[in-house]
């Protein structure tokens, strides 16, 4: 199967603090392609688009950084048996696609795309600690219906949860979805910029869903097309379904402020216990992927330190 602009957003190299050429091909394309839309871009770098007018919104959001470093000038992404990866011919060598999270950016745009009266946000710098999600603009999301990011692994997992502490949305709206028949499974999860939202008071239900890439943050890392096109398939049902507001508070992750520490040894000792909470049989160097961009030592230590108190 052909997807063009799925394969544009993974040509262009996009590493955490540097995303400003894949911000500048969202709005171009957004330019040519949804032309009732209205942008916006904040100091930090963050992408806001509103489109049609609406006493409420569906809102998706996904990340624009990726992880990878290694990115040829010769960089494809190459079809094969129904996945895509990365490859470099001069180089012969396989090459990360950060498909993480540019599968849930074409999701979103191809929603904004199909679809009246819709918001998006693209948050800057997810991979080292959601720093854009903890800078945005909140009011952006006082008139949301619910807020959905398409930013997991795999191609099954419905996270409403993080860490087993922090829940993303209400019971009522888990019933109104109907991820069932999409071959979806209520999952708990971790770090993502859907987490800050609610940690910072959003007050509707949110979501993290599978959306097809496996091997993330590694030069390995593949789309599997059909589950890529499953996920946009759910959210698609999800936009025609669930057109109320489905309001949903975290009294205790809001309590604890996840993403809100000040020091950074604290920060990420609280990130590591929801990592092993959610991965107990995660390496060392597990840690250190999941935590890439955070001081080394750091990690190290909150990694021996929570799997001595509670492992």
């Not at 799925?6 to 040509?11: A, D, F, P, S, V």
């Not at 996009?14 to 995303?19: A, F, Q, V």
């Not at 859907?194 to 993290?208: D, M, Q, W, Y």
Request: glycine share 8%; with cysteine.
């Amino acid at each position: 199967m052909e997807l063009p602009l799925l394969k544009q957003l993974y040509k262009i190299h996009s590493p955490s603090g540097s995303e400003k050429k894949l911000r500048k091909f969202i709005k171009d394309w957004i330019r040519r392609n949804v032309a009732d839309a209205e942008m916006e871009q904040d100091a930090i770098g963050n992408l806001y688009v509103k489109k049609g007018a609406c006493e409420t919104y569906p809102c998706l959001v996904a990340h624009m950084d990726q992880v990878q470093k290694i990115h040829s000038r010769d960089f494809q992404a190459v079809d094969t048996k129904g996945a895509i990866l990365g490859f470099s011919r001069g180089n012969m060598q396989v090459e990360g696609l950060g498909a993480d999270d540019k599968n849930g950016i074409w999701i979103a745009l191809k929603c904004l795309q199909k679809y009246p009266v819709m918001k998006c946000c693209f948050f800057v710098q997810e991979e080292v600690g959601c720093i854009g999600s903890s800078k945005c603009d909140m009011d952006f999301f006082i008139d949301c219906r619910w807020v959905i990011q398409c930013d997991r692994k795999g191609g099954s997992d419905l996270i409403w949860n993080i860490g087993g502490w922090t829940e993303l949305c209400s019971e009522e709206f888990l019933k109104d979805l109907g991820y069932e028949k999409f071959g979806y499974k209520k999952a708990t999860g971790m770090m993502t910029d859907v987490e800050t939202l609610k940690n910072r008071g959003l007050g509707v239900s949110a979501l993290n869903l599978s959306v097809g890439y496996y091997r993330p943050h590694t030069s390995e890392e593949f789309t599997i097309i059909s589950e890529l096109l499953n996920c946009l398939a759910l959210v698609e049902n999800i936009i025609t379904n669930c057109t109320k507001v489905y309001p949903h508070e975290d009294d205790y992750g809001h309590y604890r402020g996840f993403g809100k520490l000040d020091d950074p040894e604290d920060e990420i000792w609280d990130l590591m216990a929801d990592f092993l909470f959610t991965f107990p049989d995660a390496t060392l160097d597990d840690a250190i992927c999941q935590f890439y961009g955070y001081d080394q030592s750091f990690v190290e230590m909150a990694y021996e330190d929570v799997k001595s108190m509670y492992f």
